[in-house]
């Protein structure tokens, strides 16, 4: 299995606070991404990283920031918590960016009430 | 822009019953790769396939099986005589070489019933 840890595991939160969640690998891969799962939409990325202190956005960015100041942590910080954000948040890590496989982390399941 | 299709929401089979899981996918580029994922009920998501478009080689492994056919746009993916731990949500996915991202179809929930 790949070398992925995901925590917290599960976090309940207030709306308006902010949260960040947090993805450490021990593969040494460049290509680090954060999905969200949400019934009826299959996996959406929401930001990914080819590099040290380089990220882009993906398709549902709003509200959300990334850092990666070290190549095994990305860390997803929802800036200001909302029910919206409700949801799974998954970590991957891909060795290339093309035709290889990612490597999905266990999942975080976050809640804001 | 890319698209991925899985018009089966949810699939329900008897123990060694064969079934195939569709997928259908969008997109304006030449070069593209497809892959398919497995979502236990524990959650995690786990990799089973890659294929890139140039390679229409069907695939065999153990019970599962692909077809990719480009002239339909379809990359379905067959399990023979399903077991109950095949029980799982299916994604399929598909990353262009336009952009980098993987864009997953919405899964097929396989429920396989002793």
């Known amino acids: 299995d790949a070398g992925i840890t995901q925590s917290p595991r599960h976090k309940v939160t207030e709306t308006g606070t902010p949260v960040t969640l947090r993805c450490h690998q021990t593969?040494?891969?460049?290509?680090m991404y954060w999905y969200r799962q949400d019934p009826g939409h299959g996996l959406r990325l929401i930001h990914y990283s080819y590099g040290v202190k380089d990220t882009d956005k993906g398709e549902v960015s709003d509200g959300y920031s990334v850092s990666r100041s070290k190549t095994e942590d990305f860390l997803l910080t929802l800036e200001s918590a909302t029910s919206s954000q409700t949801s799974v948040y998954f970590c991957?890590?891909?060795?290339?960016?093309?035709?290889?496989?990612?490597?999905f982390g266990q999942g975080t399941r976050l809640t804001v009430v | 822009a890319q698209k991925v299709t899985q018009a089966q929401t949810e699939i329900s089979v008897v123990e060694k019953e064969d079934v195939t899981l569709d997928c259908v996918y969008e997109t304006r580029d030449t070069t593209y790769y497809l892959f398919w994922y497995k979502q236990p009920p524990s959650g995690e998501l786990v990799f089973l396939i890659r294929r890139n478009s140039f390679d229409e080689q069907n695939e065999i492994s153990g019970r599962y099986s692909w077809n990719f056919q480009k002239s339909t746009s379809s990359f379905n993916f067959t399990i023979t005589a399903s077991q109950v731990v095949d029980s799982a949500v299916y994604f399929c996915?598909?990353?262009?070489?336009?952009?980098?991202?993987?864009?997953f179809g919405e899964g097929t929930q396989l429920t396989v019933n002793p």
């Open positions: 991957a890590i891909s060795e290339e960016v093309f035709n290889t496989e990612a490597f």
């Open positions: 593969e040494n891969h460049r290509y």
């Open positions: 996915a598909l990353q262009e070489t336009s952009g980098s991202r993987l864009t």
